[in-house]
């Protein structure tokens, strides 16, 4: 699969809550515009990826995680937080050993950098707790408490099995305003669990933003078939 990343040009000067107009072109040519379509805001967010490595995860599956969650790490500035969390029917926090790791410009390649090791040496297997990987992200969010937005980016099937439930947690989540943003992964993903997940903590005026789905042809290539989760 391919992610396309757009981001405003640097535009030093511009006020906060400056309005932009955005027009986009491909191959030279004007394919889209809009008036007033960008904002130049100061946005910092404390972003927590939390990584489905159960046993209907292998394969293709796990690959698109992590292309998915090693754009993510890409995907943050100057005093962003960042934090790994994978779970099976188990969530471990695999970067950084506790709380979260800040982005400062000197040090930003070395936080990426470590992340995306944890985040390649991660195994399929065992069974699956959602739950239990928001429960352990939202208590890294917690235990930092910045005023930079808290977002959670759920990378899995869906398909859950264990305790702890999604529904054991929600409640939690949407108390500490954290957004859920959530990527279904699979043609069989349970995408009515992904998608209320994100509709749930985002709102329904969000939801383009906060849910995505990834099918079969759009994983990445020939690998290992799915297995179960024991």
Same mark, same amino acid.
């Given at each position: 699969?391919?992610? *396309? ?9 511009? &006020? ?8 986009? @072109? ?16 100061? *946005?910092?967010?404390? @972003? ?7 046993? =209907? %995860? ?6 698109? &995680? ?19 969390? =994978? ?13 979260? /790791? ?12 470590? /992340? ?17 990987? *928001? ?7 917690? &235990? ?14 869906? %398909? ?20 859920? $943003? /959530?990527? #279904? ?8 669990? %992904?998608? @209320? ?15 995505? $789905?990834?099918?079969?042809? #759009? ?5 290992? #078939? ?5």
């Amino acid at each position: 699969q391919y992610w *396309l990343v757009v981001q405003a040009p640097a535009k030093p000067g511009a &006020a906060y809550g400056a309005a932009f107009d955005l027009t986009e @072109r491909l191959g030279g040519a004007v394919s889209a515009s809009q008036a007033a379509a960008i904002r130049y805001d100061e *946005l910092r967010s404390d @972003r927590v990826l939390v990584i489905d490595r159960s046993g =209907s %995860m292998a394969g293709d599956k796990l690959l698109a &995680a992590k292309d998915a969650a090693r754009f993510h790490t890409e995907d943050l500035g100057q005093f962003d937080r960042l934090g790994v969390v =994978s779970f099976n029917q188990n969530a471990a926090g695999d970067y950084p050993a506790v709380g979260l /790791a800040l982005l400062p410009d000197a040090q930003a390649a070395a936080v990426r950098l470590a /992340a995306q090791t944890a985040i390649e040496n991660l195994v399929a297997g065992g069974n699956t707790s959602i739950g239990d990987g *928001l429960s352990v992200a939202q208590d890294r969010l917690d &235990a930092v408490g910045s005023d930079n937005a808290w977002w959670i980016v759920l990378l899995s099937d869906g %398909m859950e099995n264990t305790p702890v439930f999604y529904d054991d947690v929600r409640d939690r989540l949407m108390a500490a305003g954290t957004q859920v $943003h /959530a990527i #279904a992964l699979g043609e069989g993903a349970h995408e009515d669990l %992904m998608r @209320r997940i994100a509709t749930d903590t985002c709102g329904e005026e969000l939801l383009d933003a906060c849910y995505h $789905h990834i099918d079969e042809t #759009a994983l990445a290539g020939a690998s290992p #078939a799915r297995q179960p989760d024991v």
